[in-house]
């Protein structure tokens, strides 16, 4: 099998291997876990990968450009995707998909965007059904723009919105919804806006505030389905340990802010003004359609992980921000 220095037939440190055969399924604390994580070079994806290696688990990150992947371990094995991976796999963690913040959303982009995301997760599924072994749970990763644009409060019930967002996170979910019939576990995560000063939004968000022009963005009453990247991370391990964790899952935080909320929230923590609210028809012009990212937003609850019993270690924005922001 072609690959960038790994042998499937080689044992390494931090690589592949077989599981042992006949191996009953593997459970929360009864040993170490082969995990997959496509997209795995993104925020989430890395800080995710850090935490199973802390955990003890082998990670593998599949990528398109592997030869591009730096800054990770040296027992974390990067390669291209190939079928034959899921074969020694336990869990897949599916974040691939190009950053829909990228680009400008002309129509060649927006198609670029899907194809990023369903490519991949057809893949995955086909892998799956043509497999030896199967994996025992599936993370697929989706977006909270699922539920379109709403100021009512929205959670895993609430049906799919009708805007570009909602149809892309519609399809993606949906390009490995067939790995259920082949007896995979499921969970779906619904992911919210991730609070990190790794990358992301934050540190666009913090911009204007060194330069004491921070302030709402439109006219700031939008809801901003927000959660810590540390609980971004506890949540997907949560659904990759509990077994009775399948369907969608809302993950932001218990407590939704508006952008006004949001800006006056990171102004006295920064002690800067955060009275300068950029005007929506502004932005509308400098992104088009994307400016609905901006502009738009979701009061989404995370109810189900909730009900599971997960427990957030950030709820208030205030305290994640203050976490992020003086440390």
């Not at 399924?25 to 993104?42: R, V």
């Not at 921070?214 to 540390?230: A, D, S």
């Amino acid at each position: 099998m072609e690959r960038l220095g790994l042998d499937l037939n080689r044992n390494m440190i931090g690589g592949l291997r077989p599981p042992i055969k006949d191996e009953a399924p593997y459970h929360e604390n009864e040993g170490t876990m082969n995990i997959l994580i496509t997209g795995g070079s993104g925020l989430i994806g890395k800080e995710l990968c850090y935490s199973l290696i802390q955990d003890g688990h082998s990670v593998t990150i599949s990528s398109r450009y592997p030869e591009k992947i730096v800054g990770f371990p040296a027992n974390v094995n990067i390669q291209r995707w190939e079928p034959s991976l899921v074969n020694y796999i336990n869990v897949i963690v599916n974040l691939a998909g190009e950053n829909v913040a990228k680009k400008r959303w002309t129509v060649t982009q927006k198609r670029r965007i899907l194809q990023s995301r369903t490519q991949i997760g057809n893949a995955i599924t086909e892998a799956v059904a043509r497999s030896t072994r199967k994996p025992s749970v599936i993370i697929q990763s989706s977006g909270i723009g699922y539920y379109g644009i709403s100021n009512k409060m929205v959670t895993e019930l609430t049906p799919c919105g009708h805007d570009f967002l909602a149809k892309l996170a519609v399809d993606w979910e949906a390009s490995t919804a067939k790995v259920e019939e082949y007896g995979v576990r499921r969970a779906i995560i619904r992911t919210g806006i991730v609070l990190s000063r790794a990358g992301g939004a934050l540190p666009r968000m913090l911009t204007p505030f060194k330069f004491f022009i921070g302030g709402p963005l439109g006219n700031g009453k939008q809801w901003v389905p927000w959660i810590h990247i540390v609980d971004e991370v506890g949540a997907i391990k949560f659904l990759i340990y509990d077994e009775a964790s399948r369907g969608p899952f809302n993950l932001c935080a218990p407590n939704p802010v508006t952008s006004r909320e949001l800006s006056n929230t990171i102004g006295n923590i920064l002690m800067r003004p955060a009275f300068f609210r950029t005007p929506g028809i502004l932005l509308k012009l400098l992104f088009g359609e994307m400016s609905t990212m901006i502009l738009d937003g979701q009061r989404a609850i995370p109810e189900r992980l909730m009900e599971l019993g997960y427990d957030f270690e950030f709820k208030t924005v205030d305290v994640a921000l203050r976490h992020l922001l003086t440390k």
